[in-house]
C-alpha cells in the first residue's frame, strides 16, 4: 500500500482504528504502530467528521530507518522543501512530533534547533514551538498554528524497521467538541453525558462508507439529550429520534433547534416511544445509538447487585434488539453503544446477550484491525464504560 494519509489516534486506538476501517474499507487502512495510514488522501477525507482521530497528515515519506541522526537528516531535506510551498513573507511556526522512537525530550530539542537551521539557510525566520512531551497536543498545535499558512509540524512515527514521515494537515477542533457539549441548552448527568466524539465515531461505526444525505436516516431509539442525532445532522444524514421519557423527547427539539441557530439546518423526526415496543413509522438506513447503561456507580458494586444490574440492562436491551428486528432488513447496520462494568484488576463485565447475537436475529461485525475485545470505551475512573457493538440484522 502506498501510503498517502497518516491518523494520530486518540486515547483507545483500537476504536480509533475500527472507525476508519468503518468508513474507508479494511484494504485501505493500516496500523502503524498505534496509529493508521491510509492509502486516500487527506484532502479527500472529511476530517471534521471523524471522533477517534486526534489529527490528520499527509505522508512526505517512508525513511529506511528507525535509527534518529538518519531520520532527522531525511527530516531536514524534507522540511527544506516545503519551505517552498509557504507564503514567501512572515514568520515560520516549526512543530516536531515523535511516536515510537527510541528518542529523548532533550534530544529532540537539539534536533528542533537543527531545524530551526534549516529554515534561517532558506532565509525564513521561524519559531519552534517547545516540546515538554515527545508529541505536541492537540491544543497546542492549534494554538501555535501549526497547520495555518505559515505553519508546519513534522510527524515521525515508527513502523517496524522504518519510519514514517508525515506534516500535519488537520488537528481535532477542540474548541468546536467543547461548544457541541457543554454549549447546549439541555443536558442531564441522570441519563449520561455522552461526548460529541464518541457520538460520531458511534454514527460513522453505523453508517460505514453510506454517503451522507438527508435521505440516509439515522435513528436512534434512545434519544435522551439528542447527541448522537445531533452528530449525524452535522455529518449531512437525516435524524429520527425517539425515547420513552416525553422530557427527553423536548430536551433533543430543543437541543437541535439551537443546533440550528448555530448555523445547521435540522429537521429531525422526533417521538415518544419505548424501545422496547415502539414501531418505528418513519424509514431509516442506520440504527446508532447509545442504550440504557443502567444504574450509575459511585463505587464497585457487591456481587449480588452487579448480577441484578447486568441483568436488568440486558433484559431492556435484548426486548429493544428482539423487538427492532421486526422492523429491519436483513444486512441492515447498527452501533449501539451497550454498557459494560469495568471492575477492579481491569477486568471487564460483558451483557450475557452478546454471547447471543445470533439467536437474537444478529451477526456481529468484526474489523480487521481492531480486536472486539478493545472495543470498550471507558475513562480510568469510570467503573460504567461504553461496549461498541455493531451488528447487521440476519
Not at 106 to 115: A, D, H, K, T, V
Not at 165 to 186: C, E, F, H, S
Not at 193 to 222: C, H, R, W, Y
Request: overall charge negative; some cysteine.
Amino acid at each position: 500500500m502506498m501510503y498517502k494519509s497518516l491518523f494520530i489516534l486518540g486515547r483507545q486506538p483500537a476504536i480509533g482504528r475500527a472507525e476508519l476501517e468503518s468508513l474507508l474499507g479494511a484494504d485501505h487502512v493500516q496500523p502503524i504502530g498505534q496509529h493508521m495510514a491510509s492509502d486516500v488522501s487527506a484532502d479527500e477525507i472529511d476530517f471534521a467528521r471523524i471522533g477517534s482521530s486526534i489529527r490528520i497528515a499527509k505522508v512526505l515519506g517512508t525513511i529506511d530507518a528507525t535509527d534518529w541522526q538518519k531520520v532527522m537528516r531525511t527530516a531536514s531535506e524534507a522540511l527544506s522543501k516545503q519551505l517552498d510551498y509557504l507564503p514567501p513573507e512572515g514568520k515560520v511556526k516549526l512543530g516536531l512530533s515523535v511516536f515510537g522512537l527510541p528518542v529523548s525530550t532533550q534530544q529532540l530539542f537539539r534536533s528542533g534547533l537543527e531545524l530551526k537551521k534549516v529554515c534561517k539557510k532558506a532565509n525564513r525566520s521561524v519559531r519552534l514551538v517547545p516540546n515538554t512531551e515527545l508529541a505536541l497536543s492537540s491544543a497546542a498545535v492549534l494554538h501555535n498554528q501549526l497547520t495555518g499558512d505559515l505553519g508546519i509540524e513534522l510527524l515521525l512515527v515508527k513502523d517496524g524497521s522504518q519510519t514514517l514521515l508525515a506534516q500535519t494537515v488537520k488537528v481535532q477542533d477542540i474548541t468546536a467538541y467543547a461548544r457541541r457539549d457543554q454549549g447546549r441548552p439541555k443536558r442531564d448527568a441522570r441519563v449520561g453525558m455522552l461526548p460529541p466524539k464518541l457520538a460520531q465515531t458511534i454514527v460513522n461505526l453505523a453508517t460505514g462508507p453510506l454517503p451522507a444525505s438527508e435521505d440516509s436516516v439515522v435513528l436512534d431509539p434512545f434519544c435522551g439529550t439528542g447527541v448522537v442525532l445531533q452528530e449525524a445532522l452535522l455529518m449531512g444524514y437525516g435524524a429520527y429520534g425517539t425515547d420513552i421519557e416525553a422530557r427527553m423527547i423536548d430536551y433533543t427539539r430543543e437541543n437541535l433547534a439551537w443546533l440550528t441557530t448555530h448555523g445547521e439546518e435540522t429537521d429531525p423526526e422526533l417521538e415518544i416511544g419505548d424501545a422496547t415496543t415502539h414501531n418505528w413509522a418513519h424509514p431509516y438506513a442506520v440504527v446508532a445509538c447509545e442504550t440504557y447503561l443502567g444504574r450509575p456507580l459511585s463505587s464497585w458494586p457487591g456481587s449480588d447487585t452487579l448480577h441484578e444490574i447486568i441483568g436488568a440492562c440486558n433484559v431492556i436491551i435484548e426486548k429493544f434488539l428482539k423487538n427492532i428486528a421486526e422492523q429491519t432488513q436483513p444486512g441492515q447496520r447498527l452501533c449501539l453503544a451497550v454498557p459494560a462494568w469495568h471492575g477492579p484488576g481491569d477486568k471487564i463485565h460483558h451483557l450475557p446477550l452478546i454471547d447471543r447475537l445470533e439467536q437474537i436475529g444478529y451477526n456481529r461485525l468484526r474489523f480487521e484491525h481492531a480486536k472486539d475485545a478493545d472495543l470498550v470505551y471507558f475513562r480510568p475512573e469510570q467503573l460504567v464504560a461504553r461496549e461498541l457493538l455493531v451488528i447487521t440484522r440476519k
